[in-house]
Nanobody, 115 residues
C-alpha cells in the first residue's frame, strides 16, 4: 500500500516561507489524490489542502492565498509551498490520501513559526 514520508519542516519567523515535501512509496503515486493536514498542540488534526490526480487544487480558508499545493508524479512527490507564515501555522504537517486516512499516518514534519 502507498506510504508517505514528509520532510522540509523547520523553524521560521512570521512572514517567511517554507516548502514541505511528501514522498510516496509502495504504489503508483499518480493515481492518488493527495491531501496535506496539520495538527497543532492540543488541537485536532485539520485538513489544509488537496490536489487531485489531474492537478485540481483546493485549500482551507485559513491558508488560501498563502499556501500552494503541487505534485510531481515523475518524482512520486507532492509539495506544499507555504508563504507569509503566521504563528498560528505552527503544527506538525502530514500528507495522506483519503483511502488511507483511517489506518495510516506518517511521522509528519514539524513547522514552527515564532516571533
Amino acid at each position: 500500500q502507498v506510504q508517505f514520508v514528509e520532510s522540509g519542516g523547520g523553524l521560521v519567523q512570521p512572514g517567511e516561507s517554507l516548502t514541505l515535501a511528501c514522498e510516496a512509496s509502495g504504489s503508483i503515486f499518480s493515481i492518488y489524490r493527495i491531501h496535506w493536514y496539520r495538527q497543532a498542540p492540543g488541537k485536532q488534526r485539520e485538513w489544509v489542502a488537496g490536489i487531485s490526480r489531474s492537478g485540481i487544487t483546493n485549500y482551507a480558508d485559513s491558508v488560501t492565498g498563502r499556501f500552494t499545493i503541487s505534485r510531481d508524479n515523475a518524482k512520486n512527490t507532492a509539495y506544499l509551498q507555504m508563504s507569509r507564515l503566521k504563528p498560528e501555522d505552527t503544527a506538525v504537517y502530514y500528507c495522506n490520501t483519503p483511502s488511507r486516512a483511517n489506518d495510516y499516518w506518517g511521522q509528519g514534519t514539524q513547522v514552527t513559526v515564532f516571533s
